[in-house]
T-cell receptor, first 108, second 113 residues
């Protein structure tokens, strides 16, 4: 079992909709979780970090963490075509471990 | 502020040749990470350094790979001899102090023919 698993997608949503990205992790010792966005041909860039159970909001992005169920999610409200990218979930049991990524396409 | 700098951005070489990838972390950052990204395996951590000391190299695929960090502002990842299956994008990332956020360089796209 991979330490961090994501639905590989691809996921398509219409512009203005909510995109929901999910991630599960296996190591209960993981304390920190991150969502990175990676545009095609570019490097990953951090968009959200979350450390505590519950929701964390930053603009159109909301990260959710449920340690009991060992899942992390990212909601993107009012999705824009510019949000089209691969989203990488990462957990930190010891060092950062990345999921395989979910490719999101926002259709105009 | 300059971000993480990697060179070269693209490298095409023939099987059996030595390849050296270079990274300059963000000034003041004390941890440096080398990753490899492929379609099949995603983003994998190869090795990381803390204060120039290699801490965990368990991700290095085999003895053909080696990494050094002679000082706080420079690191190399060497592949000798290179093989076609080494073709990937290699990222360097750095982070500072107790911060978790890793800042990635632009990557080196390596093609081994």
């Amino acid at each position: 079992q991979k330490e961090v698993e994501q639905n590989s997608g691809p996921l398509s949503v219409p512009e203005g909709a909510i995109a929901s990205l999910n991630c599960t992790y296996s190591d209960r010792g993981s304390q920190s979780f991150f969502w990175y966005r990676q545009y095609s041909g570019k490097s990953p860039e951090l968009i959200m970090s979350i450390y505590s159970n519950g929701d964390k909001e930053d603009g159109r992005f909301t990260a959710q963490l449920n340690k009991a169920s060992q899942y992390v999610s990212l909601l993107i409200r009012d999705s824009q075509p510019s949000d089209s990218a691969t989203y990488l979930c990462a957990g930190r049991p010891r060092q950062l471990t990345f999921g395989s990524g979910t490719q999101l396409t926002v259709l105009p | 502020d300059a971000g993480v700098i990697q060179s070269p951005r693209h490298e095409v070489t023939e099987m059996g040749q030595e390849v050296t990838l270079r990274c300059k972390p963000i000034s003041g950052h004390n941890s440096l990470f080398w990753y490899r990204q492929t379609m099949m395996r995603g983003l994998e951590l190869l090795i990381y350094f803390n204060n120039n000391v290699p801490i965990d190299d368990s991700g290095m695929p085999e003895d053909r790979f080696s990494a050094k960090m002679p000082n706080a502002s420079f690191s190399t990842l060497k592949i000798q001899p290179s093989e076609p299956r080494d073709s990937a994008v290699y990222f360097c990332a750095s982070t500072g102090g107790s911060a978790d956020t890793q800042y990635f360089g632009p990557g080196t796209r390596l093609t081994v023919l």
